[in-house]
């Protein structure tokens, strides 16, 4: 195996492992920040020792094997250069057993530590940016392009936060119930978040990350067994199920993406839309006013029941969205609103309401803009304008796949 073919075996187990490794070494060492170096330790370990002895049977257990050692060893050094540590000493052997032990837990590791991120000390934004860096593995620029925001801030925001919880000692524990509830809104969030960027991920070679989706599928069904009288636990959930469900039909054999009008929707997992719709009905059978993800998820369960793109209720969606953009006052909802008025009204009704979005703060640099306009000028036959917004649309993206299909639009206009 080559070093570039080697390097990138290594990020995507690191992708699919880090979460799990993270979560287990919070519960051993009740610590978040030590608990992430000595995750960075396996990494740098796995980075220098598998170029000579190749990947591992099992990378996880390996990554897990080197960084409960290096705690073990850290603890042990610790104890002897300051006995007079008298919390580390009170706490030194359960802390060392609890290291060398199984990681095998009856508990969830990941879900409590998305709990324990989301610490009422911390402003909600921290608390999805944490989780987001901990137990996700995005980068500081992949979660500043999911929040919209500058990647220095991005990067300060999550300092800050780590540092919080040191501050005010947050237990390393899952939370009681009653304090498990008021965190929810916050949980589901960060899951909601998670999944958007293994759906479309905003940088690198892939359209897709499905080991992110599938995380926060997973997730999201372990939440919705704690929280069954949640009806925005299920609608989450529903949603998160009716997405995934089209995950082989968005893309070719090449990797290109296919657009969600163009797909074969004969490839839509029949048993993800089985599952998201019923979790839909349980939501709504709890008879409570919509909150976001349910609304969200009736407008994907509007898709998943058109047997073709042609029976689409354009207008139930556009009705929804406008719900929705009411309850969220989101620039990106009203953006999404008018591609459904496009649809149901023409082009020109939905060019309307993208243009009162022109100078919307929240999406200054966001690619989908002239993207959706772009669309929306080729169906009005303003070709050269459309080909303008596409090729912008284009050069404000980070995932390559996604800046193809952009400027192949663009130059089909030319055709």
Not at 60 to 70: C, E, F, I, S
Not at 239 to 249: D, F, G, N, P, V
């Amino acid at each position: 195996m080559t070093d570039p073919d080697l390097h990138r075996s290594v990020e995507a187990i690191w992708r699919l492992e880090s979460a799990r490794l993270i979560a287990a070494l919070v519960r051993i060492t009740h610590d978040v920040a030590l608990a992430e170096d000595l995750a960075q330790d396996a990494l740098e370990a796995a980075l220098a020792q598998w170029p000579e002895t190749g990947l591992p049977t099992n990378p996880g257990a390996w990554l897990m094997a080197v960084a409960k050692r290096r705690a073990i060893d850290g603890f042990r050094r610790r104890e002897r250069q300051d006995r007079a540590y008298g919390e580390l000493e009170q706490r030194k052997e359960d802390i060392v057993a609890g290291i060398e032990s199984s990681i095998d837990h009856v508990e969830d590791d990941v879900l409590r530590l998305m709990f324990i991120c989301c610490h009422p000390a911390l402003s909600s934004d921290a608390q999805i940016t944490l989780t987001l860096r901990l137990l996700a593995g995005l980068t500081t620029k992949e979660i500043a392009r999911a929040f919209l925001a500058a990647e220095p801030a991005i990067g300060a925001r999550i300092t800050r936060a780590k540092k919080t919880l040191a501050e005010v000692g947050a237990p390393m524990e899952e939370p009681a119930e009653d304090e498990r509830v008021e965190r929810t809104s916050a949980v589901l969030g960060v899951l909601y978040l998670l999944f958007n960027e293994g759906y479309s991920a905003t940088e690198g070679d892939d359209w897709l990350r499905p080991a992110l989706c599938d995380e926060a599928v997973r997730l999201g069904r372990i939440l919705a067994t704690l929280s069954p009288h949640d009806p925005e636990v299920h609608g989450l959930v529903a949603l998160m199920e009716i997405q995934s469900s089209r995950a082989a039909a968005r893309t070719d054999a090449g990797g290109r993406p296919v657009l969600l009008l163009d797909q074969d929707r004969s490839r839509w997992d029949a048993l993800s839309v089985h599952r998201g719709l019923a979790a839909l009905e349980r939501a709504q059978a709890l008879g409570r006013a919509p909150g976001p993800y349910v609304l969200q998820a009736g407008i994907a369960a509007c898709h998943a029941r058109a047997r073709t793109a042609e029976e689409t209720d354009w207008a139930r969606i556009a009705a929804l969205y406008q719900s929705l953009a009411i309850l969220s006052g989101s620039a990106v909802v009203e953006l999404n609103r008018a591609v459904a008025l496009s649809m149901s009204e023409g082009p020109a009704a939905g060019l309307a309401l993208v243009d009162q979005l022109l100078d919307a703060p929240a999406l200054k640099g966001y690619h989908l803009l002239p993207s959706v306009r772009g669309d929306l000028l080729a169906k009005l036959g303003r070709a050269d304008e459309a080909r303008a917004e596409l090729d912008r649309a284009a050069s404000l993206t980070r995932n390559e796949r996604e800046r193809s299909l952009l400027l192949q639009r663009a130059a089909d206009l030319t055709d």
